[in-house]
């Protein structure tokens, strides 16, 4: 069984910044992973996709949080990362990580990120 474990999340005052981590139980670069990703759900909202990273490197960043995050991945710790800077209090949501392979799509129980105004 796969399991995805975030950290990070935390209060901040907006324009401040936070950098969230996803521990997988497994190897993050396996050739069937096909996206790695982290994706939030603020009360009363649908979850949305914040950024995905492949393993190729290459990413995507929904439009609000472009020039703010940043999605990497450590191979050897078989960990996630976004870091986010500039935060702003429409970005305060329940963060979760995604491992998308190839049948299977894994996710974690999510950190709390909090901006204040």
């Known amino acids: 069984q796969v399991q995805l474990v975030e950290s990070g999340g935390g209060l901040v005052q907006a324009g401040g910044s936070l950098r969230l981590s996803c521990v997988a139980s497994?190897?993050?670069?396996?050739?069937?992973?096909?996206?790695m990703g982290w994706y939030r759900q603020a009360p009363g909202k649908q979850r949305e996709l914040v950024a995905t990273?492949?393993?190729?490197?290459?990413?995507t960043y929904t439009d609000s949080v472009k020039g703010r995050f940043s999605i990497s991945a450590d191979n050897a710790k078989n960990t996630v990362y976004l870091q986010m800077n500039s935060l702003k209090p429409e970005d305060t949501a329940l963060y979760y990580c995604?491992?998308?392979?190839?049948?299977?799509?894994?996710w974690g129980l999510g950190t709390q990120v909090t901006v204040s105004s």
């Open positions: 990273l492949t393993r190729g490197g290459t990413t």
């Open positions: 497994v190897n993050i670069f396996s050739v069937s992973t096909i996206t």
């Open positions: 995604n491992i998308l392979r190839y049948g299977s799509d894994y």
